[in-house]
C-alpha cells in the first residue's frame, strides 16, 4: 500500500522559513514533486526532483526561494522554504510515480501518487 504523508506546515511570517517534509511507502518512487493549491486559483506545480537527486527543477515564482530534497534512505522527500511570501499560501502536496520512464515530472498528470496536503500560511 502506498502512502505518501506530509509534514511541516504552519503559519509563518512573511521572510521566514519553513521545511515540508513527505514520508513516502511502498514502492521505489521515480520522480518526486511538490505542487500547491492556494483558494481561488489551480493547482500549481512547485519543485520536482530526480530519483538520485542529481536533477531538479523548480517553477519560476520560488527559485532562489525554496530548495527540493530527498533521503532515499529514510524515504522522505523535502522543501526546504525560505523568504516566505503571502502568495506562498497554500495547501502544500507532495506526489510521486513509479514510472521510470518519467526523470523530472512537473506536470500533475506525470504522478500516480498524492499526499493529503499540509497548509502552509504566510501573514504579512
Known amino acids: 500500500q502506498v502512502q505518501l504523508v506530509e509534514s511541516g506546515g504552519g503559519l509563518v511570517q512573511a521572510g521566514g522559513s519553513l521545511r515540508l517534509s513527505c514520508v513516502a511507502s511502498?514502492?521505489?518512487?521515480?520522480?518526486m514533486g511538490w505542487f500547491r493549491h492556494a483558494p481561488g486559483k489551480e493547482r500549481e506545480f512547485v519543485a520536482a526532483?530526480?530519483?538520485?537527486?542529481?536533477?531538479?527543477y523548480n517553477v519560476d515564482s520560488v527559485k532562489g526561494r525554496f530548495t527540493i530534497s530527498r533521503d532515499n534512505a529514510k524515504n522522505t522527500l523535502y522543501l526546504q522554504m525560505s523568504s516566505l511570501k503571502a502568495e506562498d499560501t497554500a495547501v502544500y502536496y507532495c506526489?510521486?510515480?513509479?514510472?521510470?520512464?518519467?526523470?523530472?515530472?512537473?506536470?500533475?498528470?506525470?504522478?500516480?501518487?498524492w499526499g493529503q496536503g499540509t497548509q502552509v500560511t504566510v501573514s504579512s
Open positions: 506526489a510521486a510515480t513509479t514510472d521510470w520512464s518519467v526523470l523530472v515530472g512537473t506536470r500533475e498528470g506525470e504522478y500516480m501518487y
Open positions: 526532483i530526480s530519483r538520485a537527486g542529481s536533477s531538479t
Open positions: 511502498g514502492r521505489t518512487f521515480t520522480s
